[in-house]
């Protein structure tokens, strides 16, 4: 069954509005017809079965016929700080991470950061949007503006839990670091772009309560390493042990 987002005020009663983009990928795409059945998914912990009574190219209304509790989000919120990279290869972060739960995904500019004005944003959020519908989720995270470094490290309030990780530092993986973190309900996670980050990097954010981790003896193309620490993480504190 086709899944779909939107705001929970577009539900009214037992009516579902559809407009935009989502309207048209379902008219023009998947051909979608009167009588067909859709998941609508609203954010709201709920999943509301709905068939279609009438379609047009900038509207398309749905009757609900059901509606179950719903949720495919796990326990341990998950933002991942991402260097910015070239090409397709942040458009594989941010679409991973999506499908592997993470609910927050900033793209930070730092040192090594190739594309300093990257004007991307609606395209990844279009590609988180995707990648949830597909995988299931109730809910897509939230994907922030292009944000450097320093600012997004000042933005940390204090006490919080992060990792970053560091190529350089090998002596204690990433599974070591979290037996540290048993029952934390949020982390942050810093990647590097390629060429990983600068030392002075590394130093900032530890300054800031980040801990250094290793993803192993080899070195990760940088959209592998969330793919890597998001299934770890999982496993070790959420939903996928």
Not at 76 to 102: F, V
Not at 120 to 133: G, V
Not at 203 to 222: D, H, M, Q, Y
Request: some cysteine.
């Amino acid at each position: 069954m086709r899944r779909i987002f939107l705001p929970p005020e577009d539900i009214t009663s037992d009516i579902v509005t559809i407009t935009g983009d989502q309207a048209r990928h379902l008219t023009l795409v998947l051909r979608v017809k009167p009588s067909d059945m859709i998941s609508v998914m609203a954010g709201n912990g709920y999943e509301y079965k709905c068939r279609i009574v009438s379609v047009h190219k900038k509207e398309i209304r749905a009757e609900v016929i059901g509606k179950a509790a719903y949720s495919a989000e796990s326990p341990i919120s998950i933002t991942i700080a991402q260097g910015i990279s070239k090409g397709e290869r942040m458009d594989i972060a941010i679409q991973k991470s999506t499908e592997l739960g993470a609910v927050r995904v900033v793209p930070v500019i730092t040192e090594r950061t190739q594309i300093k004005q990257a004007n991307k944003t609606e395209r990844w959020r279009r590609i988180a949007l995707s990648a949830a519908q597909q995988s299931g989720r109730d809910k897509t995270p939230d994907i922030v503006e292009p944000t450097k470094l320093e600012e997004f490290l000042d933005s940390i309030a204090p006490g919080s839990d992060g990792i970053i990780f560091f190529e350089e530092k090998r002596e204690r993986n990433l599974k070591e670091v979290l037996a540290g973190f048993k029952k934390i309900k949020e982390i942050t996670i810093l990647i590097g772009p390629e060429g990983g980050f600068t030392k002075e990097e590394v130093a900032a954010a530890t300054e800031k309560g980040f801990v250094v981790a290793s993803l192993g003896p080899r070195i990760l193309r940088t959209e592998t390493a969330p793919i890597t620490a998001l299934s770890i993480i999982q496993y070790e504190l959420g939903d996928m042990g």
